[in-house]
């Protein structure tokens, strides 16, 4: 009797000793001392609600891998628990697995399917992955039960990232659609707004920010966007008046600082027009548009100097180097050639070589080849022939093929030449005997290029 009162006193210490470290873990992760926690999980037989307060304590140390494997570890034990498939998609999120995010949130919406969070989630990552087909046929789906704000934004932004401009209206009309269910929708006036301006049509852009403004003139987004179509529709002193609102509430912004600058300048205002745009300058230093304005303000002001300096450094930006527009046309010519179109691959070699490579004459070369046996055009090959080897160097002739070990010629300018004087040799000598069994004269010379 006496062993078995001990036995229980035993276990009842055992069972407040538990009970005062489950309560001292929830303790340390409600105020978010998670190393204590881990410390006094450690000391406990693994549960998966321990495993889930360690997963939890772990990602909120940042120590995410870890976390994530505390979790995968849960689903592998309880393929039900929803809880820690979301934790899991967080802390793939963090990682960049964004596949795997991806298809811990379609688990936790298989057990959840009305889970309003989760279709949230799983949309947006679905939009940050730019998938966004799936993105608007799930927000389509959450629209038709759900049509707060959010879903809507979610559903009208897939919309512009599916739709082309053949298609604009329809997202047009959804977010008109948010206007009119949430007159008060700053976003959904701003990005009709900038729809607007894209479109040039900067009168409905006026009117759709004005109507917002006539129920709050004080956000900046839509400020900023009726501001910029004022400026753009060349109404200068109401853009004016509203980028003054906006500077006085600190907005230091680019698109701010330069459509007010751009205001001003058309104005002829031009010193608060150099100032902004300067300001805007810092922020966008290769901008050319910004250059511009700001060279021409300077010019009609006591920096004169400076205003030649920043047009320069605008026509500099704006001149493509010769290298560049050399690989460019390298690429078309491989382009055209891989689409069998011949004649455009001639043109754009000739076009390389006679602007931007001028000391590569084995263009000349490639030229007449692509001539002779693909456009089995004798005379253009004849003639290219021709003029790469006038580029032939004085002290080049003479000289003999170099070949390998083998025999086997190797390719070098010198040799190209060699090749090409033969080769000019060999259309003449056919056409000269083609000439000859047709009864004509041939007064084409046969001696080599001079």
């Not at 008109?176 to 929708?185: A, G, V």
Request: aromatic letters at 12%.
């Amino acid at each position: 009797m006496r062993n078995f009162f001990i036995f229980l006193c035993f276990c009842a210490c055992c069972t407040l000793l538990k009970a005062q470290n489950a309560n001292a873990i929830q303790e340390a992760m409600a105020d978010y001392d998670y190393e204590t926690v881990l410390s006094l999980i450690e000391q406990e037989t693994p549960t998966l609600p321990l495993l889930y307060q360690k997963g939890k304590a772990l990602k909120g140390l940042g120590r995410t891998s870890e976390a994530l494997e505390v979790f995968r570890d849960i689903c592998r034990q309880d393929s039900l628990n929803s809880r820690a498939y979301i934790e899991a998609a967080e802390c793939c999120k963090s990682l960049a697995k964004y596949n795997e995010a991806l298809a811990c949130y379609q688990n936790a919406i298989g057990l959840n399917p009305e889970n309003k969070y989760l279709r949230l989630q799983y949309i947006n990552m679905l939009m940050g992955m730019k998938r966004y087909s799936e993105s608007l046929k799930e927000s389509n789906l959450l629209a038709e039960k759900d049509s707060t704000a959010y879903v809507l934004h979610l559903r009208a932004e897939s919309m512009g990232q599916v739709y082309d401009n053949t298609e604009i209206m329809r997202v047009i009309d959804a977010y008109l659609d948010i206007q009119k269910r949430y007159p008060d929708d700053y976003l959904s006036a701003a990005k009709l707004g900038n729809i607007y301006v894209a479109g040039h049509q900067y009168e409905d852009a006026i009117d759709i920010t004005e109507k917002f403004r006539s129920i709050d003139s004080t956000n900046i987004l839509v400020n900023r966007v009726n501001a910029q179509a004022y400026c753009l529709n060349r109404d200068y002193p109401k853009a004016i008046e509203r980028y003054e609102q906006l500077l006085q509430e600190k907005d230091s912004s680019f698109q701010t600082c330069f459509y007010a600058g751009i205001s001003y300048y058309a104005l002829e205002n031009f010193y608060p027009a150099h100032d902004l745009l300067e300001r805007a300058l810092k922020d966008d230093r290769s901008n050319v548009n910004v250059l511009y304005y700001l060279g021409r303000a300077c010019s009609k002001t006591s920096w004169k100097k400076e205003g030649v300096a920043y047009l320069e450094t605008a026509i500099n930006l704006s001149m493509t180097s010769d290298s560049v527009m050399s690989r460019l046309y390298v690429g078309l010519a491989d382009c055209y050639k891989m689409a069998l179109q011949y004649a455009n691959q001639a043109n754009a070699l000739l076009t390389q070589y006679e602007k931007y490579d001028r000391q590569k004459h084995r263009l000349l070369y490639d030229v007449a080849f692509i001539y002779y046996y693909y456009l089995k055009n004798v005379p253009k090959a004849e003639h290219y022939l021709t003029a790469y080897l006038k580029t032939r160097p004085k002290d080049s002739k003479g000289k003999a093929q170099e070949v390998d070990a083998d025999g086997v010629p190797i390719i070098g300018e010198d040799n190209r030449y060699n090749a090409a004087e033969n080769w000019l040799k060999d259309i003449r000598e056919k056409r000269k005997k083609e000439d000859f069994f047709k009864g004509k004269v041939d007064t084409a010379s046969v001696a080599p290029i001079k």
